[in-house]
């Protein structure tokens, strides 16, 4: 078989998924975001070269990219940048394009190949915000296109996350299931019938909302929220104020998620009525907490959802399996 990448450009995450000797898909992460050392600050430049920071420079500025620069921001109390926001290229940050290029570069490394064929996630735009997922694509297109190392050049397709998902997890039913990919900044969903999408739609209410939402709620910063976050049981009872706040976003969050999906589902013109009954994957940061699953089937169960379901399925592998999605389209293109 030739070799082939998958590719989630996620708000927080970036991810890159190939296979191994063996046929194992061997994934790669790295964290989307990044600190700016201006070159005309010598001594902070100088001081994080001897403690072996790595750094990228550029004419009068360096990078610090990814989880170094988490540890760093957190260290020496800077604020760190995100390359993108809400699932797309931030608009707020100037050197965006240029940082997410490096990032995307670096951890797809060296192609096997020239014209290596490859598949990157896109998310759709979003119900609930004005978003510009086209223009997204197009920048993540360019990136591609400007990845040449030791002259191989790589051959990039776009996929929705959510059918990416779809791809991962649901091969023995022809792909037919709705993917739901829970990020940082978006929560990808998509309907799919033997491969073909038939609805694909976003809610800028993921991860990141939780963060500020609970933050709103008790007076505490988003970033002491998202470390809570991560201690948090959705099983449990709260034993205190953020436990409580950060349990009951997430409840709200699954709620309007799956009055999403049967919007859509009513609003579809494709007749979707189900032969089998219907599976639904989950993956992503956001339903890592204990008890995600079990709250998501419960308003499940109690929302009069218009087609019989089956399976939910959380992979193992739930914060890689939208780029091992990406390169199973690469492998089923090819
Ligand atoms: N153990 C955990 N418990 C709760 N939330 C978590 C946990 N681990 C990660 N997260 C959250 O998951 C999110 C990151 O998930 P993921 O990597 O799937 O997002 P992404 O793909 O980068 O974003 P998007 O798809 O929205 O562009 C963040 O909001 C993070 O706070
Ligand atoms: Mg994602």
Request: hydrophobic fraction near 40%.
């Amino acid at each position: 078989m030739c070799n082939l990448t998958g590719v989630d450009c996620g708000t927080y995450n970036l991810i890159c998924s190939k296979r191994g000797e063996n046929g194992e898909v061997k994934s790669r992460k790295e964290v989307n975001a990044f600190l700016e050392i201006p070159l005309d600050n010598r001594f902070t430049f100088n001081m994080m070269k001897k403690a072996k920071v790595p750094l990228i420079e550029r004419e009068n500025v360096a990078y610090v990219v990814g989880e170094s620069a988490v540890s760093l921001a957190y260290t020496l109390q800077l604020e760190l940048k995100r390359p993108m926001k809400d699932g797309c290229l931030n608009p707020q940050e100037k050197d965006a394009f240029r940082i997410l290029s490096i990032m995307i570069h670096s951890l797809i490394g060296e192609a096997a190949q020239d014209k290596e064929v490859l598949y990157y996630s896109v998310p759709a735009n979003a119900v609930n915000k004005e978003t510009d997922a086209d223009y997204h694509q197009k920048v993540l297109e360019d990136v591609f296109k400007k990845y040449k190392v030791n002259n191989k050049t790589v051959q990039a397709f776009p996929i929705n996350e959510g059918l990416a998902l779809v791809f991962a997890e649901l091969s023995h039913k022809n792909y037919t299931g709705i993917g739901a990919s829970f990020g940082a900044g978006m929560i990808n969903l998509c309907y799919s019938i033997f491969s073909q999408p038939v609805f694909s739609m976003s809610s800028v209410d993921s991860g990141d909302w939780i963060d500020r939402m609970a933050a709103k709620a008790t007076g505490e910063s988003a970033v002491v929220i998202n470390k809570e976050k991560t201690k948090v049981d959705l099983l449990k009872s709260p034993s205190n104020i953020i436990e409580r706040a950060i349990q009951s976003q997430y409840k709200i969050l699954i709620e309007k998620t799956i009055q999403t999906i049967k919007k859509a589902i009513a609003d579809s013109t494709t007749k979707v009525k189900a032969q089998e009954p219907l599976d639904i994957v989950i993956a992503g940061g956001t339903s890592s907490p204990p008890g995600f699953i079990e709250l998501f089937k419960e308003v499940l169960n109690q929302s009069q959802f218009p087609l019989p379901i089956g399976e939910i399925i959380k992979p193992k592998d739930h914060l890689y399996a939208v780029a091992r999605g990406c390169l199973i389209a690469a492998e089923n293109a090819v």
